[in-house]
């Protein structure tokens, strides 16, 4: 007979799998003037000289602050609504706005109006379960400390009452966009309304905790999840029959921000990103957000990633050195490059006047002037690069920068170094049609997959496509469970044996060394060991001429995550033999070889973490080999430039290629303190010498944009070769067929 609380973990287990899958999960389509709006400026509403500069910088989209929500609605009470004097200010200032051709979204604030609070006790937050929580409603709502109980959770019937709101308001102001900062979901709440319908609707209790180990906590989050979802769905909706082309552009927490990165349990699901037209992440690359790494990159493109592709902001904050929101130091040509990095990756940037206002004028018209060749663009797809979320959230909660960001970033350095296009996908995009685009995907210790993802990638590999995975790779379902052997054995042609044990090993330390050495210097040390190639004369790695340049003994040091692979089977090929610090016991811990009629590189040693954490050389070579070899067929276009260029490849919608060229070089890098250091960029060295090298890609004409410069083509043995003018921050090559 099956225990009672067996048949209750079965019951949850089966519960689990019965929520919108990712890859059934639907997003909306962005209006027109959201992807063509590339220009974007934060400036206040009633400021028509700001307006006018804005506008003959070539901003297209004017976001400005918005009304509280009111109380009653105007349907109710015809004299309820945005107080008068607000009303003229705002109403005068979006007409004025649309006379310029602009388009307004207003920002408005998540705090409900303090009758309905006062009314309604019950629907605040409650963080824990005590009703005496209820009583601070009569606290003065309007203090700083006290306005936060005002954000009512959107579970409450007060959710549909925003809407409401949001759609007059719509209506009254002739707007064409709303965004808020704040509407996300708590990651527990005890009120009774979500006590109420979760009970409802999942027929269970809340769980009495915040646990992303308690599969009861797990199931909360995913319905809280996708309740958010259904609001921002529904509002959409709401909105569009007010005014069809209307655009919820909106602050994201979920998106590529590096401290947003780290929230967990997270206050929304990635996928979320898909509603919203175009989802805004405020910027940041100051110390505490790794701006000095390729991280703060990385986001910008992620955010595009999440919104399915379609358009996604980075807002650049101006922080320094510990003066968040403050331009105080800050050098106008540092504003220019990082917004021309992060529309390379393909992120809009919305500018305030932080830096000044002649400094957001000027970056404003570099933007303007590659207006075309960043607007309604398409990854060209070749290498995929899987961001996972639920990795994210379900596996590495515990450690989420060693277990997965590390990973993800070591391979997008990777990809912008060697000059590869590498886009990032989402778990949305895991369907068979959509990966036979590419010809490699690599999977960053993406220990999370359902089931059916890993029946497609399989299939996928089986019908000629590459792949590239590292470490607990599929070792996990969808949730974090574990299968206790790879998923994806088979095409590793390995199985899970473990992680290795750290090594105990002390080898002695110069004096010298110690006295500068932390108390936890062997707990950074981690799993420590040396990989050998020349055991395997004939492999992939060994018989790379860039490798043996770099290690002439090929032998190297590696330092990072790995796990223990059973021998590997006769179909896969070893190459490269490890040797754990202070132990004889060496074992293979890297293979290739071929699946049907695609191909499978598995390195269980975490290269791709090793490479964002401290990064050798030899790391990017490996993982460049092992990419381009899966592929088995190279990408049309070669790109010889510095590894400080990084180069990303879009296709229009009439089929030209455009290869955006951004120069992140920082002449002033590693001259301060590392862990406080960030790029300050007073000045461009252009780079010279650039050249494309194309093969196997029919193209009628070549020009280098903003310049519209005609590129000289030198046709050689079957292929085209380009060289550019120099590059001081950012170029575009244009293709045309």
Not at 220 to 247: C, F, H, I
Not at 264 to 293: F, K
Not at 460 to 489: H, N, W
Not at 548 to 555: E, G
Request: a negative charge; aromatic letters at 10%; proline letters at 7%.
């Amino acid at each position: 007979m099956v225990a009672l609380s067996q048949l209750l973990a079965l019951t949850l287990v089966l519960q689990l799998t019965q929520l919108t899958r990712d890859e059934d999960f639907k997003g909306t389509q962005a209006p027109e003037w959201v992807l063509d709006g590339v220009v974007k400026v934060f400036l206040p509403i009633e400021d028509t000289k700001a307006i006018d500069e804005a506008t003959e910088a070539g901003a297209t989209v004017l976001h400005a602050g918005g009304p509280s929500p009111y109380y009653p609605l105007r349907k109710d009470d015809p004299q309820s609504g945005i107080p008068s004097e607000e009303f003229k200010r705002l109403k005068d200032g979006v007409a004025y706005a649309k006379s310029k051709g602009m388009r307004v979204v207003l920002g408005i604030s998540p705090y409900a109006p303090i009758e309905i609070v006062r009314q309604h006790p019950d629907w605040i937050h409650h963080p824990t379960d005590d009703p005496a929580i209820q009583s601070r409603v009569q606290l003065d709502l309007n203090t700083p400390e006290n306005i936060g109980l005002r954000g009512l959770p959107l579970n409450t019937p007060y959710g549909d009452y925003a809407i409401e709101c949001f759609a007059e308001m719509m209506r009254d102001l002739q707007v064409d966009g709303f965004s808020f900062d704040g509407c996300y979901h708590p990651m527990m709440n005890f009120s009774p309304p979500e006590r109420a319908l979760y009970q409802k609707e999942r027929q269970r209790d809340l769980p009495d905790r915040i646990d992303l180990k308690d599969p009861a906590y797990v199931d909360y989050l995913l319905w809280a999840d996708e309740k958010l979802e259904d609001w921002y769905r529904k509002l959409g909706q709401r909105l569009r029959q007010v005014n069809p082309e209307s655009a919820i552009y909106t602050w994201t927490t979920n998106a590529g921000r590096f401290g947003h990165f780290l929230t967990s349990p997270r206050v929304m699901s990635a996928r979320m990103n898909r509603l919203i037209d175009c989802p805004v992440q405020e910027w940041w690359l100051d110390e505490v957000n790794l701006g000095s790494t390729v991280i703060p990159y990385f986001g910008a493109a992620y955010v595009r990633a999440v919104g399915g592709g379609k358009v996604g902001g980075s807002e650049p904050y101006l922080m320094s050195h510990g003066n968040p929101y403050s331009a105080d130091s800050f050098p106008a040509h540092e504003l220019t490059v990082r917004c021309l990095g992060a529309m390379t990756n393909g992120s809009f940037t919305p500018l305030a006047q932080m830096a000044g206002k002649e400094a957001t004028l000027q970056t404003l018209r570099e933007i303007a002037k590659r207006g075309p060749w960043f607007t309604r663009l398409t990854a060209d797809p070749w290498g995929a690069l899987l961001v996972s979320e639920n990795t994210r959230q379900f596996y590495a909660h515990g450690n989420i920068v060693e277990r997965w960001l590390s990973h993800v970033a070591g391979v997008y350095r990777v990809g912008m170094e060697e000059h590869f296009p590498l886009n990032l996908i989402t778990e949305q995009d895991l369907s068979l049609e959509y990966l036979k685009k590419y010809r490699v995907l690599f999977l960053p210790n993406v220990a999370c997959l359902s089931d059916s993802h890993v029946a497609i990638i399989k299939q996928y590999v089986a019908e000629g496509g590459g792949l590239v995975a590292t470490c607990e790779t599929s070792l996990c379902d969808e949730l974090g469970r574990s299968r206790a052997d790879f998923a994806l054995a088979d095409l590793f042609g390995t199985h899970y044996q473990g992680r290795q044990s750290p090594t105990e090993y002390r080898p002695e330390i110069d004096v010298n060394f110690a006295i500068a050495m932390g108390d936890d210097y062997w707990i950074k040390r981690g799993q420590v060991g040396a990989f050998r190639f020349s055991d395997f004369s004939n492999s992939i790695f060994a018989t790379e001429d860039r490798l043996k340049k770099l290690l002439p003994n090929m032998q190297a040091t590696f330092k990072g995550p790995l796990v223990r692979p059973a021998p590997f089977d006769s179909r896969m090929t070893p190459a490269i033999l490890y040797f754990p610090e202070g132990s004889r016991d060496a074992y293979p811990i890297a293979a290739y070889g071929s699946y049907g009629k695609g191909r499978v590189v598995y390195f269980a040693a975490g290269v791709d973490a090793a490479m964002f954490n401290y990064s050798f050389p030899y790391q990017r070579v490996i993982l460049a080999t092992a990419i381009s070899w899966a592929a088995q067929e190279p990408y049309a276009i070669r790109v010889k430039a510095p590894m400080c260029v990084q180069t990303t490849f879009w296709k229009k919608p009439d089929g030209r290629t455009i290869i955006h060229l951004w120069n992140g070089l920082n002449t002033t890098a590693d001259h301060g303190l590392q862990e406080a250091e960030v790029p300050l960029r007073e000045e461009s060295i252009p780079i010279h010498g650039i050249e494309l090298d194309v093969t196997g890609l029919n193209f009628t004409s070549a020009r280098f944009e903003p310049a519209g410069t005609p590129l000289q083509r030198i046709e050689e043995k079957g292929r085209s070769l380009l060289r550019l003018p120099p590059i001081e921050i950012h170029g575009t090559v244009v293709l045309e067929h």
